[in-house]
């Protein structure tokens, strides 16, 4: 078991007695990306050659199986293929995973089924065969409009090639998010401050004039063992960095997105529910090379991670051992992976959301609230509990509180 080298030391004291389960979410993962870029850390490994399609997707279905035990009788309110690129993916393959998942899960008829594409691998047939198949919720990974600062990110698409995906998946999907990325490195060494505030507005005004009904709009961020981390390229300062956003975030206001997660804006009634079970903490099972999950039980909290490696998932699948690791989650330690998540969230949550995800009385962190409320990070009240502007802003500053052994109730 790895652990947070600030996580907080489990009560023993208290024992974990769920009286209802969370929501229950479903992620695939498609590990394969045509090439891997810079700055990204997600498990996700070059297609060298022709992809192992049926090998996989048989694999991720024998996984489904074998996982069905822990989660028999749970409906899955949403599924999501994340990656890699999954739209390296046929249609046929996506449809067959969806018609094995309908098999084998009660997927409630409203399901959110979100695929991650990449502008890149975009073809107006195989955009169609998705939908056909059961995809009705689409993000495309753009990054950026920009050619030179597409460029230096490592993607493989250019600006054109954006702009002609998103017009084809429009044809096919009226849920579409966009990603976009902000404070980004200059592709000229004599230009050290990297990208400039209006550099990132003209992103974000290319991408208004597609009216996507999400837009999720990150900080690049140097993550361990990237090309990026280990070789910095040249970026904003934090001072440019601060302003991007605070601009960034009074456009889409004025556009009529709601800010409603950290990085997140929505029109209105198209918040990403997938992601939103994860910001309430959630349950969700993760199947494919990599993939995480998070699993509650009446008496426990478990934590499982799939084999990194596609060739060597694929094995152990056949092994009937798909996990790398598992762990259940001490007591002491969900007080902090709830907050981690919940208060990522602007309007926060409800008071007896905590209780009934972590099965924890609220009681039991009155000291950490307090000292974030003393600090200007949280307000609440009986019923409400959510970040303030100043929390927002420094979020991190808000969960490290949170890292802190909880304190006994008085």
């Given at each position: 078991m790895t652990t947070h080298p600030l996580q907080p030391v489990a009560l023993k004291s208290q024992a974990v007695n769920f009286q209802a389960l969370p929501p229950l979410s479903l992620y695939i993962h498609i590990p394969w990306c045509v090439r891997k870029c810079p700055y990204c850390d997600f498990n996700s490994h070059e297609a060298r050659s022709s992809l192992p399609e049926q090998e996989y997707v048989a694999a991720l279905v024998r996984d489904l199986e074998l996982a069905l035990p822990l989660i028999w009788g749970r409906k899955v309110y949403t599924v999501f293929f994340g990656g890699g690129t999954p739209s390296l993916l046929s249609g046929e393959s996506i449809e067959e995973l969806l018609r094995q998942v309908r098999m084998l899960l009660p997927l409630d008829l409203g399901a959110e089924i979100t695929l991650e594409a990449n502008p890149g691998t975009v073809e107006a047939a195989r955009f169609a065969a998705y939908r056909d198949a059961g995809i009705n919720r689409l993000s495309l990974g753009i990054q950026s409009f920009n050619d030179a600062h597409l460029k230096v990110l490592g993607r493989i698409h250019s600006a054109d090639e954006a702009r002609r995906a998103i017009s084809i998946a429009q044809q096919h999907f009226d849920n579409i998010n966009l990603d976009l990325m902000y404070a980004l490195p200059s592709n000229n060494r004599d230009k050290s401050l990297g990208q400039t505030l209006d550099e990132a507005l003209q992103d974000v005004q290319a991408a208004l004039q597609f009216s996507p009904q999400h837009l999720s709009c990150y900080h690049l961020t140097l993550e361990p063992n990237t090309p990026f981390h280990h070789n910095p390229p040249m970026l904003p300062?934090?001072?440019?960095?601060?302003?991007?956003?605070?601009?960034?975030?009074?456009?889409?206001?004025?556009?009529?997105?709601?800010?409603?997660?950290?990085?997140?804006?929505?029109?209105?009634?198209?918040?990403?529910?997938?992601?939103?079970?994860?910001?309430?903490?959630?349950?969700?099972?993760?199947?494919?090379?990599?993939?995480?999950?998070?699993?509650?039980?009446?008496?426990?909290?478990?934590?499982?991670?799939?084999?990194?490696?596609?060739?060597?998932?694929?094995?152990?699948?056949?092994?009937?051992?798909p996990l790398q690791s598992e762990h259940e989650v001490?007591?002491?330690?969900?007080?902090?992976?709830?907050?981690?998540?919940?208060?990522?969230?602007?309007?926060?949550?409800?008071?007896?959301?905590?209780?009934?995800?972590?099965?924890?009385?609220?009681?039991?962190?009155?000291?950490?609230?307090?000292?974030?409320?003393?600090?200007?990070?949280?307000?609440?009240?009986?019923?409400?509990?959510?970040?303030?502007?100043?929390?927002?802003?420094?979020?991190?500053?808000?969960?490290?509180?949170?890292?802190?052994?909880?304190?006994?109730?008085?």
């Amino acid at each position: 078991m790895t652990t947070h080298p600030l996580q907080p030391v489990a009560l023993k004291s208290q024992a974990v007695n769920f009286q209802a389960l969370p929501p229950l979410s479903l992620y695939i993962h498609i590990p394969w990306c045509v090439r891997k870029c810079p700055y990204c850390d997600f498990n996700s490994h070059e297609a060298r050659s022709s992809l192992p399609e049926q090998e996989y997707v048989a694999a991720l279905v024998r996984d489904l199986e074998l996982a069905l035990p822990l989660i028999w009788g749970r409906k899955v309110y949403t599924v999501f293929f994340g990656g890699g690129t999954p739209s390296l993916l046929s249609g046929e393959s996506i449809e067959e995973l969806l018609r094995q998942v309908r098999m084998l899960l009660p997927l409630d008829l409203g399901a959110e089924i979100t695929l991650e594409a990449n502008p890149g691998t975009v073809e107006a047939a195989r955009f169609a065969a998705y939908r056909d198949a059961g995809i009705n919720r689409l993000s495309l990974g753009i990054q950026s409009f920009n050619d030179a600062h597409l460029k230096v990110l490592g993607r493989i698409h250019s600006a054109d090639e954006a702009r002609r995906a998103i017009s084809i998946a429009q044809q096919h999907f009226d849920n579409i998010n966009l990603d976009l990325m902000y404070a980004l490195p200059s592709n000229n060494r004599d230009k050290s401050l990297g990208q400039t505030l209006d550099e990132a507005l003209q992103d974000v005004q290319a991408a208004l004039q597609f009216s996507p009904q999400h837009l999720s709009c990150y900080h690049l961020t140097l993550e361990p063992n990237t090309p990026f981390h280990h070789n910095p390229p040249m970026l904003p300062d934090d001072d440019a960095s601060s302003d991007m956003q605070q601009h960034i975030e009074q456009m889409l206001a004025a556009h009529g997105y709601e800010h409603y997660e950290t990085s997140a804006f929505a029109q209105p009634d198209r918040r990403a529910r997938h992601n939103l079970n994860y910001w309430q903490f959630g349950d969700y099972l993760g199947i494919g090379a990599g993939a995480h999950s998070k699993l509650s039980f009446h008496d426990k909290v478990l934590r499982q991670v799939r084999h990194k490696q596609p060739q060597t998932y694929m094995e152990q699948i056949a092994n009937g051992t798909p996990l790398q690791s598992e762990h259940e989650v001490p007591p002491g330690e969900l007080a902090f992976e709830f907050m981690m998540n919940a208060l990522r969230l602007n309007q926060g949550f409800d008071s007896l959301l905590f209780q009934e995800r972590t099965s924890l009385p609220l009681l039991l962190i009155q000291r950490e609230l307090q000292d974030a409320e003393r600090r200007g990070l949280l307000m609440r009240d009986h019923q409400h509990i959510a970040p303030t502007e100043l929390g927002r802003r420094f979020l991190n500053d808000l969960l490290q509180i949170f890292l802190r052994p909880p304190s006994t109730a008085p």
